[in-house]
């Protein structure tokens, strides 16, 4: 079955205690991206990485993390993590981030709902 | 400013009417937009994308885009109490391999 794979699902830990969420998709997908959601703030893109040790910022990198070594995972990492980083996360993939060429679909992982006490 | 913005909502429509979302964005270059439902507790799901100036339609669901205006809209037809959910736009600036999403609009349909 394809999908996107996130763990842990939960966690709750306290600030300044390292923590990374694994993500990993088994479609062979090239472009892997995390997010977080916030209420009334929508999904907001924390990195993207088009391919095996390619990565670049989203709109929200401060504080976070990442690393692609090989192409079916994608983990997050937060190395310091603070209270303004509870938050819903999601991880997604799909098979290119060129989005005008066809109907490109991200597959989105069940989220990681992170709280930092 | 937010990139990507949406009707805050949320809309209450009922069973059978057309729900109607809106969506505008600020970079002109833009140039992929998708729409996005996402059910309470849920993960994300691709149900429309459109490239072009005008309307693409699927089924129940039709977007329309209008690049000179920055707009960009959605809308379900005969509407149903499974179409209740969060209604996310998400817009690519083209120059890179962003995307940017707007905060959502809550759909209710009412039966």
């Known amino acids: 079955e394809a999908q996107v794979t996130q763990n842990p699902r939960y966690l709750i830990t306290v600030t300044g205690k390292k923590l990374t969420v694994t993500c990993s998709q088994n479609m062979n997908h090239e472009y892997m991206s995390w997010y977080r959601q916030d209420p009334g703030l929508g999904l907001r893109q924390i990195y993207y990485?088009?391919?095996?040790?390619?990565?670049d910022k989203g709109d929200v990198p401060e504080g976070y993390k990442v690393s692609r070594k090989e192409k079916r995972n994608f983990p997050l990492i937060l190395e310091s993590p603070s209270p303004n980083q509870t938050s819903l996360y999601f991880c997604?993939?799909?098979?290119?981030?060129?989005?005008?060429?066809?109907?490109?679909?991200?597959?989105f992982g069940d989220g990681t709902r992170l709280s930092i006490l | 400013q937010k990139e990507v913005e949406q009707n805050s909502g949320p809309l209450s429509v009922p069973e059978g009417a057309i729900a109607s979302l809106n969506c505008t964005y600020s970079?002109?270059?833009?140039?992929?937009f998708f729409w996005y439902r996402q059910y309470s507790g849920k993960s994300p799901e691709l149900i429309m994308s459109?490239?072009?100036?005008g309307d693409k339609e699927d089924g129940r669901f039709t977007a329309q885009l209008n690049k000179a205006s920055q707009y960009v809209s959605l809308l379900i037809r005969d509407s149903q109490p499974s179409d209740s959910a969060t209604y996310l736009c998400a817009v690519n600036g083209g120059g890179d391999y962003k995307l940017s999403f707007g905060a959502g609009t809550t759909v209710t349909v009412r039966a």
């Open positions: 990485s088009m391919n095996v040790e390619v990565t």
């Open positions: 970079d002109r270059g833009s140039q992929s």
């Open positions: 459109i490239y072009s100036n």
């Open positions: 997604a993939s799909s098979l290119s981030g060129v989005w005008g060429d066809s109907n490109q679909p991200q597959h």
